[in-house]
């Protein structure tokens, strides 16, 4: 197998030798990647990738968004965003792992700031962004009220 070289400006070189080097900036791509364009829900579903979520309904009542197994999507992010005032549930699709972390000051050991169901407050405008690190999804940032249940995962 050569030695390949990705420059910036000689572009791809191969060369005797193994193995990748890298000589510029680099954006990778993989089925993991954060869509740019938000994708509207407005039932309740199960995700199967990273991306920018908005969540609304003419129909009252809260939606739940499932997401996959952790594992599967390692390194994603993930935002959803309530564009109408009802709440919105998330669960892990996995029990133990594919739950979600909290980043602040909680209490771990009671549970309050982690746990296998995490409810988004019934306020338009409500959101949270999480990356997935292959074990579980870390919270990152919310705006609105979030709750945390099913410590240490959803029975």
Do not use: W
């Not at 000589?23 to 039932?43: D, M, Q, W, Y």
């Not at 133990?96 to 995490?118: V, Y």
């Not at 945390?148 to 995962?153: E, H, L, N, S, V």
């Amino acid at each position: 197998m050569p030695k390949v070289t990705i420059d910036d400006s000689k572009g791809l070189v191969q060369a005797a030798g193994k193995g990748v080097e890298l000589k510029s900036n680099v954006v990778i791509h993989t089925g993991a990647e954060l869509s740019r364009k938000a994708k509207a829900l407005t039932a309740s579903t199960t995700l199967t990738v990273g991306g920018l979520y908005t969540v609304s309904s003419s129909t009252a009542g809260a939606k739940t968004l499932t997401f996959p197994t952790a594992s599967t999507v390692a390194g994603s992010m993930f935002i959803v965003r309530n564009l109408s005032a009802d709440a919105t549930i998330l669960t892990g699709s996995d029990s133990g792992i594919g739950s979600f972390c909290g980043t602040g000051a909680g209490n771990h050991a009671s549970g309050s700031d982690h746990g296998g169901k995490l409810t988004m407050s019934a306020v338009t405008g409500a959101s949270v962004a999480m990356m997935c690190d292959g074990v579980q999804y870390l919270v990152t940032a919310t705006s609105g009220s979030v709750t945390y249940a099913g410590y240490p995962d959803v029975t």
